[in-house]
């Protein structure tokens, strides 16, 4: 599809979207609602959990991204760093809610109903 041209993607009935104009935040919103509830909704029992999720990762992952990506300080943008194996940032964040997936306890254990 990179090479396709839009018509060739349009008689296939796909919708392309460059992943530069989607960005890596709906993909950690999709995640915080399957953690917190179901693909759709967040579970009114698991609303603070999510919440809190969001908050931090506003809060650091965008700025962290922001930095290894851009070069970007709060609003001054400098050299980026040198990435020896160039990582968009759409894997970042799946590599990031990877670990917290891995890390995290289940709300079942935090819960205590084991």
Do not use: H
């Not at 090479?3 to 060739?8: G, R, V």
């Not at 999709?30 to 999720?53: F, H, P, Q």
């Not at 070069?71 to 590599?95: H, N, R, Y």
């Amino acid at each position: 599809l990179q090479y396709a041209s839009p018509a060739t993607i349009s008689r296939c009935g796909m919708v392309w979207v460059d992943p530069k104009n989607v960005g890596y935040q709906p993909f950690y919103e999709r995640w915080v609602k399957m953690r917190c509830g179901t693909d759709y909704k967040i579970s009114e029992n698991r609303r603070a959990e999510a919440e809190c999720l969001t908050i931090l990762f506003e809060r650091y992952v965008v700025p962290c991204v922001n930095y290894v990506l851009k070069g970007q300080i709060g609003d001054k943008i400098g050299e980026k760093l040198t990435q020896v194996v160039l990582i968009p940032d759409i894997d970042l964040c799946k590599q990031l809610c990877s670990l917290l997936e891995a890390f995290l306890p289940p709300f079942d254990d935090i819960a205590g109903n084991r």
